[in-house]
């Protein structure tokens, strides 16, 4: 069974930092990619970042390039998103999901976790 976690949200200022944590089952992680994506009220789930399984390779949407790294740690079955320089557009629940292939499209991840909601004001 896949099961991602996500944990780490919360309020920030603007210009602030957060770092979010994506807990994955063993297959989840063995999976070829996890991702992180977003989704504001009304708006489209939105592609923010990748990181491959095999050579832990990453790629950013360009909007937060720059801005947020993604990282894992192995021995945890755990994927991170630090962000910093956060602005309210940055405000979103953020989902982490796995694919099998080098995708940015949601459609193409089909295991996901519950999300955790990030709102950055003042």
């Known amino acids: 069974q896949e099961q991602l976690v996500e944990s780490g949200g919360g309020l920030v200022q603007p210009g602030g930092s957060l770092r979010l944590s994506c807990a994955a089952s063993q297959r989840a992680f063995s999976r070829y990619a996890i991702a992180w994506f977003r989704q504001a009220p009304g708006k489209e789930r939105d592609f923010v970042a990748r990181i491959t399984r095999t050579t832990a390779s990453t790629y950013y949407a360009d909007s937060v390039k720059g801005r947020f790294t993604i990282s894992k740690d192995n021995a945890r079955n755990t994927v991170y998103l630090q962000m910093n320089t956060l602005g309210p557009e940055d405000t979103a629940v953020y989902y982490c999901?796995?694919?099998?292939?080098?995708?940015?499209?949601?459609?193409?991840?089909?295991?996901w976790g519950q999300g955790t909601q990030v709102t950055v004001s003042s």
């Open positions: 999901a796995a694919t099998g292939i080098p995708a940015t499209q949601a459609t193409f991840y089909d295991a």
